[in-house]
């Protein structure tokens, strides 16, 4: 071979070897390229807009000129105007209504909780209030924190806190003091941009929340019934159940083989015998057994003890309170117990708590609240 040709195919050999080279090399190059450019098309996330706030309520529609009465019957609270039930409870040591308003982000609360420990110093009431008691109450938020406390010149304590749910900001102030033996506090919760308003709802909250004196003593878990329209109330059990009831009307409620109706009769009874005649005409089957003259608060009546048999002739044994109402009615409450056939006005025969819970039927004529 002449130098000519292998210097030729030397040549050729060469660009042949930086050929294969560059079909490997382009598409690594070409991939790279695209990947940035893949990088640079990716959209970013759109950042979330900021929340926002309804404007604070205008203060100068709301009253507290209607009042709320406590499942419990035994206080109530004043409600502002546009602010509705929302959660209430009762267990043996702490009394918790629940107002809220959706439109203004707000929430109003009024807490009676039993002094067991005797608090009769400011101090130790703060330290009631510690950050486990705190963070129980908080439970609603996903975050909390307390952000001034102090105790003022009449003993209140009274605390601040910012708090968060969601991407929402609120602020709280509580107010808490100690009144006839019971701790009482009063909380509310409003948008972060509404610190005036707040003050404003707190003020009325702590100025509306009334112990109903005629229960000063009674058991704080047992539920109330109260007719509006003919004013009277009766505690029962929290076990029990309305089971039947409409304002001015007879009104059902159930326990356990017990059942109680409460209502009112266009009857004047004047004595023990008239009491013990009318128990016995009331209906069909009854016997009249006993019966006591007794005061339930303002009101005076009569007590009677009675048995019966059922349409199936089941016995049935019960007890029937009747008070003369400022109304010229009868108010009555009438407890029975279903397969019993004694005088449950016996000493001996109040197996099921019957008279405690008559004992709390009362006359409340100057009582107007709302029972939702």
């Keep these: 071979m002449n130098k000519a040709t292998k210097r030729f195919t030397v040549v050729v050999g060469i660009v042949m070897s930086v050929a294969m080279v560059g079909s490997l090399l382009i598409p690594l190059f070409s991939g790279q390229v695209g990947y940035t450019e ?3 098309e990716t959209p970013r996330p759109t950042p979330l807009p900021e929340p926002t706030f309804p404007p604070p309520p205008d203060v100068s529609v709301i009253d507290f000129d209607q009042l709320l009465l406590h499942p419990s019957g035994l206080f109530t609270l004043a409600v502002p105007t546009g602010w509705q039930s929302a959660s209430h409870s009762n267990t043996p040591d702490e009394l918790r209504a629940g107002l809220s308003n959706s439109d203004a982000v707000s929430v109003v609360e009024a807490r009676i909780i039993k002094n067991d420990d005797g608090i009769s110093e400011s101090s130790d009431l703060s330290a009631f209030f510690s950050r486990d008691w705190l963070d129980r109450t908080w439970r609603d938020y996903w975050t909390w924190e307390e952000t001034s406390r102090k105790i003022t ?43 005036q308003e707040l ?3 707190l003020d009325g909250t702590v100025n509306g929340v009334r112990r109903l004196d005629v229960y000063r003593d009674a058991p704080f878990d047992w539920n109330a019934y109260f007719d509006n329209t003919d004013k009277h109330m009766i505690r029962f059990p929290s076990a029990w159940e309305v089971t039947d009831a409409a304002q001015g009307l007879p009104a059902t409620i159930v326990g356990d083989a017990v059942t109680l109706v409460v209502e009112t009769q266009d009857v004047a009874l004047n004595s023990e015998n ?13 016997e009249a057994l006993t019966v006591e003259s007794v005061e339930s608060g303002d009101a005076a009546g009569y007590l009677v003890s009675y048995r019966r048999a059922t349409l199936d ?31 449950l006005l016996g000493a001996a025969n109040d197996d099921y708590g019957l008279r405690e819970v008559l004992d709390s039927f009362r006359l409340l004529p100057a009582l107007d609240a709302s029972t939702d």
């Design 153 to 195: 010149e009449n003993g209140s304590v009274v605390i601040d806190f910012n708090l968060q749910r969601s991407r929402t900001h609120f602020i709280a102030r509580q107010v808490s003091w100690l009144q006839d033996g019971d701790i009482v506090s009063a909380r509310v919760v409003t948008a972060e941009n509404a610190p």
């Design 313 to 343: 002739g089941a016995p049935e044994s019960g007890m029937a309170l009747m008070l003369h109402g400022s109304d010229d009615r009868l108010h009555m409450a009438n407890a029975r117990v279903s397969d019993v056939d004694v005088d």
């Design 199 to 201: 003050k404003f709802l």
């Design 274 to 286: 008239d009491a013990t005649d009318w128990i016995g005409k009331w209906r069909d089957g009854i």
């Design 38 to 40: 893949n990088l640079a």
